[in-house]
């Protein structure tokens, strides 16, 4: 249990000075409820001695007032702490991760679950948010009442003191049991949230493919099995904990009839005065009332420490180096010296060395899988290269911080992901400071003006998560203005006019131009006229850099560009014969 309460402690993080505070004011409620018993004591005494007069009761009324005003004041204030505590340690701990997914290589999230990450962020913190300070302040403010109580329990008569000591010390190994039984169950419990999470999460994205293979009710056996075996782990949860529940409860009842027993005994035989006894019984209920609010707290203190757990399972997350330097580079010429990456066992790239000159254009060619996204990703630092080196005006990029290296790149990806935000907050994560009249220029250059302007709401307007509410065209146009906004020095393209539509691409290649103009371009497409006017093309086919060169040399060249060249003019020129 010390374990689990460092574990606590730690993860409270910032929050400690608020759980301290909290567990002050339990303290402080603890002895605003003495007062409370001290005027029970003062009317049992007044009524057990035939005391004449008003004085035991305005006594009696003074300690109720002071009892309830001091319970309410610390109560609030408790509770104030514990929910301040709660949410911000949670909150702080979901920056921290997503801070740190900014700097774990992309090959993290193709070999684990997105959802495992998901589940952790939403189901398991939620947990935390919601118990780790409640069980905490309530299990230890919960032993220091039952500790005043037994104090005074000892003070009318140490006999019946004795009684309650002994109530306690096994109803807390009664606890300590179940918690011991459920440190076996409780992570299996967590685990089985979180995959949970993954398995509804990966339904929900899927859903179309469900959908179209009409396997609606019948491809859905991951989240079937997912839902099962959590049921079941929380069955088996509350199964233990009802059955060590009950024998609580029985404990604690026994020992009060006990104790009221005892009382009534010891009054009989002379060796209790009145009072005394009719306060031990009164007691004895209140000491357990608190015994059992510590031991509910002890009961959900293994969940909690099981989801700090889980939680602190994304601080092994394998981080890109963060040693590197601020640099601002004066040239953008590129460089890559024998370069290999590989995922996993598969390798990729094999042996790359190319340079690429400040300020003009590449476009890569080749068969789907040959390498060539993986190249730019590499380039951007995704990933870090397995051998070899990529520099940028000669230096690695590995020497760089993500951040400043980030600042001399802009990519438009074939698949683009927006988020769910207003279309004029999407093309501002390109320049997060930029004007509204900034980004109403991007948005003309990239040829998206006229269809946003058309939309109820115009740049205000929300789009759904992914973009999901727009065409593929028109999320690939809103992605150039992004990245138009930003204005790097080295632009990215992964077949950025593949979604476009006939009648805007014209006025989009010109928009690109636009964009491209006195940069460093990297450009990866399967159009010829895309790459004819590149400065130079790289041919790549299985990982290795096979022809380089300008249109007009690799055309009279047999290989892999001419047979790419043939195969867009035959692709151009096909038409089905009637």
Same mark, same amino acid.
Request: with cysteine.
């Given at each position: 249990?010390?374990?689990?309460?460092?574990?606590?402690?730690?993860?409270?993080?910032?929050?400690?000075?608020?759980?301290?505070?909290?567990?002050?004011?339990?303290?402080? +409620?603890?002895?605003?409820?003495?007062?409370?018993?001290?005027?029970?004591?003062?009317?049992?005494?007044?009524?057990?001695?035939?005391?004449?007069?008003?004085?035991?009761?305005?006594?009696?009324?003074?300690?109720?007032?002071?009892?309830?005003?001091?319970?309410?004041?610390?109560? +609030?204030?408790?509770?104030?702490?514990?929910?301040?505590?709660? &949410?911000?340690?949670?909150?702080?701990? @979901?920056?921290?991760?997503?801070?740190?997914?900014?700097?774990?290589?992309?090959?993290? =999230?193709?070999?684990?679950?997105?959802?495992?990450?998901?589940?952790?962020?939403?189901?398991?913190?939620?947990?935390?948010?919601?118990?780790?300070?409640?069980?905490?302040?309530?299990?230890?403010?919960?032993?220091?009442?039952?500790?005043?109580?037994?104090?005074?329990?000892?003070? =009318?008569?140490?006999?019946?003191?004795?009684?309650?000591?002994?109530?306690?010390?096994?109803?807390?190994?009664?606890?300590?049991?179940?918690?011991?039984?459920?440190?076996?169950?409780?992570?299996?419990?967590?685990?089985?949230?979180?995959?949970?999470?993954?398995?509804?999460?990966?339904?929900?994205?899927?859903?179309?493919?469900?959908?179209?293979?009409?396997?609606?009710?019948?491809?859905?056996?991951?989240?079937?099995?997912?839902?099962?075996?959590?049921?079941? +782990?929380?069955?088996?949860?509350?199964?233990?904990?009802?059955? &060590?529940?009950?024998?609580?409860?029985?404990?604690?009842?026994?020992?009060? %009839?006990?104790?009221?027993?005892?009382?009534?005994? =010891?009054?009989?035989?002379?060796?209790?005065?009145?009072?005394?006894?009719?306060?031990?019984?009164?007691?004895?209920?209140?000491? =357990?009332?608190?015994?059992?609010?510590?031991?509910?707290?002890?009961?959900?203190?293994?969940?909690?420490?099981?989801?700090?757990?889980?939680?602190?399972?994304?601080? %092994?997350?394998?981080?890109?180096?963060?040693?590197?330097?601020?640099?601002?580079?004066?040239?953008?010429?590129?460089?890559?010296?024998?370069?290999?990456?590989?995922?996993?066992?598969?390798?990729?790239? @094999?042996?790359?060395?190319?340079?690429?000159?400040?300020?003009?254009?590449?476009?890569?060619?080749?068969?789907?899988?040959?390498?060539?996204?993986?190249?730019?990703?590499?380039?951007?630092?995704?990933?870090?290269?397995?051998?070899?080196?990529?520099?940028?005006?000669?230096?690695?990029?590995?020497?760089?911080?993500?951040?400043?290296?980030?600042?001399?790149?802009?990519?438009?990806?074939?698949?683009? &992901?927006?988020?769910?935000?207003?279309?004029?907050?999407?093309?501002?994560?390109?320049?997060?400071?930029?004007?509204?009249?900034?980004?109403?220029?991007?948005?003309?250059?990239?040829?998206?003006?006229?269809?946003?302007?058309?939309?109820?709401?115009?740049?205000?307007?929300?789009?759904?998560?992914?973009?999901?509410?727009?065409?593929?065209?028109?999320?690939?146009?809103?992605?150039?203005?992004?990245?138009?906004?930003?204005?790097?020095?080295?632009?990215?393209?992964?077949?950025?006019?593949?979604?476009?539509?006939?009648?805007?691409?014209?006025?989009?290649?010109?928009?690109?131009?636009?964009?491209?103009?006195?940069?460093?371009?990297?450009?990866?497409?399967? @159009?010829?006229?895309?790459? @004819?006017?590149?400065?130079?093309?790289?041919?790549?086919?299985?990982?290795?850099?096979?022809?380089?060169?300008?249109?007009?040399?690799?055309?009279?060249?047999?290989?892999? &560009?001419?047979?790419?060249?043939?195969?867009?003019?035959?692709?151009?020129?096909?038409?089905?014969?009637?």
């Amino acid at each position: 249990m010390l374990n689990i309460l460092k574990k606590l402690w730690d993860f409270a993080g910032e929050e400690r000075k608020n759980v301290n505070a909290s567990i002050g004011m339990g303290f402080l +409620y603890a002895v605003f409820h003495m007062f409370q018993v001290g005027a029970i004591y003062y009317v049992v005494l007044a009524l057990t001695e035939h005391e004449q007069g008003y004085s035991a009761a305005w006594t009696a009324l003074l300690l109720l007032v002071i009892s309830i005003a001091g319970k309410t004041v610390t109560n +609030y204030f408790s509770q104030l702490q514990q929910t301040h505590a709660g &949410y911000f340690m949670v909150a702080n701990k @979901r920056v921290a991760i997503g801070n740190k997914l900014k700097t774990v290589p992309m090959g993290y =999230f193709n070999s684990s679950n997105l959802g495992e990450i998901t589940g952790v962020v939403t189901t398991v913190l939620e947990e935390l948010e919601n118990t780790g300070p409640v069980v905490l302040v309530n299990m230890l403010g919960g032993l220091m009442n039952a500790l005043v109580f037994l104090e005074l329990v000892l003070i =009318f008569d140490w006999r019946v003191g004795l009684l309650a000591v002994a109530g306690t010390i096994l109803y807390l190994l009664i606890t300590s049991s179940m918690e011991r039984k459920s440190a076996k169950i409780a992570p299996k419990r967590q685990a089985s949230e979180a995959r949970m999470v993954s398995a509804v999460l990966e339904q929900i994205q899927g859903m179309s493919v469900i959908k179209s293979f009409n396997l609606t009710g019948k491809g859905d056996k991951k989240v079937r099995d997912a839902l099962e075996e959590n049921r079941r +782990y929380n069955f088996a949860m509350e199964r233990l904990f009802t059955s &060590y529940t009950m024998a609580q409860g029985f404990v604690l009842q026994a020992f009060g %009839v006990l104790i009221m027993l005892a009382a009534v005994y =010891f009054y009989l035989h002379g060796t209790m005065s009145l009072a005394n006894t009719l306060m031990s019984i009164i007691i004895s209920f209140l000491v =357990f009332s608190q015994i059992e609010s510590a031991g509910s707290g002890m009961a959900m203190l293994r969940l909690v420490g099981s989801s700090i757990d889980h939680a602190n399972q994304t601080d %092994v997350i394998p981080q890109m180096d963060e040693g590197g330097s601020a640099i601002h580079p004066e040239s953008h010429d590129i460089m890559l010296e024998n370069v290999h990456f590989s995922y996993g066992n598969k390798e990729i790239l @094999r042996g790359i060395t190319v340079h690429l000159p400040d300020k003009t254009t590449t476009a890569i060619v080749g068969p789907s899988g040959s390498g060539k996204t993986t190249m730019c990703n590499l380039i951007a630092r995704f990933w870090d290269v397995n051998q070899g080196s990529i520099r940028i005006d000669g230096k690695d990029v590995r020497e760089y911080t993500l951040e400043s290296l980030m600042d001399q790149i802009s990519m438009v990806f074939q698949n683009v &992901y927006l988020f769910a935000d207003t279309i004029e907050n999407n093309i501002k994560f390109g320049k997060p400071d930029a004007t509204h009249e900034e980004v109403v220029a991007a948005a003309r250059q990239a040829c998206c003006d006229t269809f946003i302007e058309a939309l109820p709401d115009g740049y205000q307007t929300v789009i759904g998560e992914g973009g999901a509410s727009l065409s593929g065209g028109e999320k690939q146009r809103i992605s150039i203005a992004r990245a138009m906004i930003k204005d790097a020095p080295i632009v990215i393209l992964d077949e950025a006019t593949a979604n476009i539509d006939p009648e805007n691409e014209d006025r989009l290649q010109k928009a690109i131009e636009a964009l491209t103009r006195d940069k460093t371009i990297i450009m990866i497409a399967h @159009r010829l006229k895309t790459v @004819r006017n590149a400065d130079q093309i790289l041919a790549i086919d299985k990982g290795e850099l096979v022809q380089k060169g300008r249109h007009e040399e690799l055309i009279k060249q047999k290989g892999l &560009y001419a047979d790419f060249v043939t195969g867009r003019q035959e692709a151009i020129g096909w038409k089905l014969q009637k």
